[in-house]
């Protein structure tokens, strides 16, 4: 035990909450001031550190959230105290003594600022690729890891690690404003931006942590999705975008069972989805396609529309998903999207038709999860039960996550047991 009365796992664990649950937010605050990305998030780090610290000896503060943000502009003085052109920055540091001396260090959080959208907007400026703004997002405003952003691209963590560093230096060095842009710009960042708040919205649905449902992060993304529409209205994708996210939600309380396993489609009880929110993801996409503009979110939306709609998982309409997945993948060269529908393939036109398109797709996605977990499905309906099993110990070995691994370590051990229905989470 530490001074304060809590154990120093306790502590650790309340500081990795906070970087989690409030780590953009805080950091959205800091650049506002600060104007300068490394140095916010050098601060805000530095600032977590000392919370490390200073809780294990005085127990938490009242406002653990106000604590980490006067510290933070604290280390943000500090350092630039420290650089070699102190004199030219003076006047900027006298501005932010006065601000930190304008506020109590224990400001309840909710008075923090929130400038995520800005903050989204500024890492997805076109001076950088898509791919970089959407990585740099991802870290930034979500605080996910190196690791965990890499996983999402399929990309190697040390790779991952050198994109993120070139591109806080391209902000600094370009220039780059904090700031939502003029309507007239919009189109240029909005693709970007909506795949950051996708991306956010995924690792809230499917998370690498031990709970493997973050709902925070997910209801995070619906917030960002509906202040995206309040910021750029009667814009088709992020309509679909935000109905997207809005029904797959809608099922969150039932992708888990009493035990914290992963269920199926097939095994979620429909009567818990939450009808309300079905509804208004429909009106949307509704909205949406009503523009004649059909884009990949919209696509999407629809698709998952016919899961929402469907009174069980017998009655799912295939053909007209796979018709939709048809039309998805002549507008994305996505290896994913295309693993997803041999999915629907698999259902309509049988397992081995998919499983022979499905051999098109190692290459690229020998090392990811669910090719193996969707190729030990469909060999399992083929009844190749030793073949399947291999693809089953396959994707356990590359599931990090436990509850995932407990799902797919049930499919394998009732392998020999015969069922026609798909088992896809």
Not at 186 to 191: D, G, Q, S, T, Y
Request: charged share 25%; net charge negative; proline share 3%.
């Amino acid at each position: 035990m530490t001074g304060s009365g809590l154990s120093e796992a306790e502590i650790t664990r309340a500081v990795e909450k906070i970087a989690r649950a409030d780590g953009g937010r805080l950091l959205s605050n800091l650049m506002g001031m600060l104007r300068d990305l490394q140095l916010a998030e050098d601060s805000l780090y530095d600032a977590l550190e000392s919370a490390l610290v200073h809780w294990q000896r005085n127990g938490l503060p009242a406002s653990p959230t106000g604590w980490i943000m006067q510290t933070a502009k604290r280390k943000a003085i500090d350092r630039l105290r420290r650089v070699a052109n102190f004199a030219s920055k003076s006047a900027y540091i006298a501005h932010l003594i006065e601000l930190e001396n304008a506020s109590d260090s224990l400001q309840e959080q909710e008075t923090i600022q929130d400038d995520r959208l800005k903050l989204i907007f500024t890492c997805c400026h076109p001076a950088l690729d898509r791919k970089t703004a959407v990585a740099l997002t991802l870290r930034s405003v979500c605080g996910l890891t190196t690791e965990e952003i890499a996983r999402a691209f399929l990309d190697k963590t040390e790779a991952m690690a050198q994109r993120l560093v070139r591109a806080r230096h391209k902000i600094h060095k370009a220039g780059i404003q904090y700031e939502v842009p003029e309507p007239e710009h919009w189109r240029m960042r909005l693709e970007s931006v909506l795949a950051v708040i996708y991306l956010i919205f995924n690792e809230g649905y499917a998370s690498s942590d031990a709970a493997y449902l973050r709902g925070e992060l997910c209801e995070e993304a619906i917030r960002l999705g509906r202040l995206l529409i309040h910021l750029c209205p009667e814009q088709p994708e992020a309509e679909g975008l935000l109905a997207l996210m809005l029904l797959h939600h809608a099922r969150s309380a039932t992708r888990l069972g009493p035990a914290g396993d992963l269920l199926s489609l097939e095994e979620q009880d429909r009567g818990q989805w939450d009808r309300a929110m079905i509804d208004e993801g429909m009106a949307l996409l509704k909205t949406a396609l009503q523009r004649g503009q059909a884009g990949p979110y919209q696509l999407q939306a629809a698709i998952v529309s016919l899961h929402a709609q469907a009174a069980s998982f017998e009655q799912t309409d295939w053909r007209e998903i796979l018709m939709l997945y048809d039309l998805l993948v002549l507008m994305t060269s996505n290896d994913v999207v295309h693993l997803n529908r041999l999915v629907a393939l698999a259902q309509v036109r049988g397992p081995q038709v998919a499983l022979e398109a499905l051999e098109q797709l190692e290459a690229e996605l020998g090392n990811y999860q669910p090719f193996h977990a969707a190729k030990a499905e469909f060999l399992r309906r083929l009844e190749r039960l030793d073949t399947a099993e291999e693809c089953y110990h396959r994707a356990i070995e590359l599931s990090s996550n436990p509850a995932e691994r407990r799902f797919l370590e049930r499919r394998l051990a009732g392998l020999r047991r015969h069922g026609d229905a798909d088992a896809y989470p």
